[in-house]
């Protein structure tokens, strides 16, 4: 049995409408997630660093392939805010989440 994705659908003419506010800020979280750097230093917490950067860029993807179907994803923006927290990025977090109220404005 097929999962059908989860999220807020989107009307197609937001969608148009809002595709560049929408992807610059995704690419924005996406630069700024590969800039960061560990914590602390060491080969643990680089390893740690690596991985959850991989995962906010893998729930930034998902977002993107969703948004592509007229949809926020939810678990992408859960994937990608769950990340960018543990990269102690709060306010990136909050912008991901906060994209659910791109098309309230």
């Known amino acids: 049995m097929t999962q059908l994705p989860s999220g807020k659908i989107v009307a197609p ?10 992807m610059q800020v995704l690419l924005d979280v996406q630069a700024q997630a590969q800039q960061s750097r560990p914590p602390q ?18 729930g930034c993807a998902m977002l993107i392939a969703g948004w592509n179907q007229n949809r926020i994803d939810e678990a992408g923006s859960k994937r990608a805010a769950r990340a ?18 791109i098309d309230e404005a």
């Open 13 to 22: 003419a937001d969608r148009t409408r809002l595709d560049q506010v929408f």
């Open 41 to 58: 230093a060491g080969n643990l917490a680089a390893m740690f660093h690596k991985e959850e950067v991989s995962e906010a860029l893998q």
């Open 84 to 101: 960018l927290r543990a990269l102690e990025l709060p306010e990136l977090a909050g912008r991901i989440e906060n994209l659910v109220k």
